[in-house]
């Protein structure tokens, strides 16, 4: 079977929303790329780890997270810093800034070996995997650069959900 990516992130979302779009793309492999695995407040706590990881076994999904693809606390300031300048909040963000690319890119994406994650994935029959984050928009988010990486490799599809 042909691999998929997808993109989704929660700002937006509710509980049911956010799991019936996995459950209509049918992901096999969430794949968790944030820098802390909880959200505060009582909005979005299904995709606080613990519950996410037991809510995605119960739905026969796989769990990976990987630390190494998520941010620094530097290169997030650096966004904040951005989204001060023209007035955005990081919930109402429409795309990255380029400080924070260019930053992401050669921090993380360079020395990250993207072909060996997907070589493991694959190996263990995964093949619709999503990669997740808290942004609702691909492009406000981080979890664009490292799909775009992997389109750029392997010409994959890729949907934002």
């Known amino acids: 079977m042909k691999t998929e990516i997808y993109t989704i992130g929660?700002?937006?979302?509710?509980?049911?929303?956010?799991?019936?779009?996995?459950?209509?793309?049918?992901?096999?492999?969430?794949?968790?790329?944030?820098?802390?695995?909880?959200?505060?407040?009582?909005?979005?706590?299904?995709?606080?780890?613990?519950y996410l990881q037991a809510k995605l076994k119960e739905l026969g999904i796989g769990y990976l997270y990987i630390k190494d693809l998520s941010p620094t606390k530097d290169i997030r300031m650096k966004q904040k810093e951005a989204d001060k300048v023209i007035g955005e909040t990081?919930?109402?963000?429409?795309?990255?800034?380029?400080?924070?690319?260019?930053?992401?890119?050669?921090?993380?994406?360079?020395?990250?070996?993207?072909?060996?994650?997907m070589r493991t994935i694959e190996s263990e029959g995964y093949n619709r995997i999503v990669f997740f984050c808290v942004e609702e928009k691909a492009e406000a988010c981080h979890h664009s650069l490292v799909v775009n990486r992997i389109h750029e490799i392997y010409s994959y599809s890729i949907t934002n959900l």
């Open 10 to 50: 929660v700002y937006g979302s509710t509980e049911e929303t956010f799991f019936s779009k996995l459950i209509a793309a049918q992901v096999d492999l969430f794949v968790d790329i944030r820098q802390r695995r909880g959200v505060r407040g009582n909005q979005y706590k299904y995709v606080n780890s613990n």
């Open 90 to 117: 990081k919930q109402k963000r429409t795309k990255l800034g380029s400080v924070f690319v260019h930053e992401y890119v050669h921090q993380i994406l360079e020395g990250y070996d993207i072909e060996a994650l």
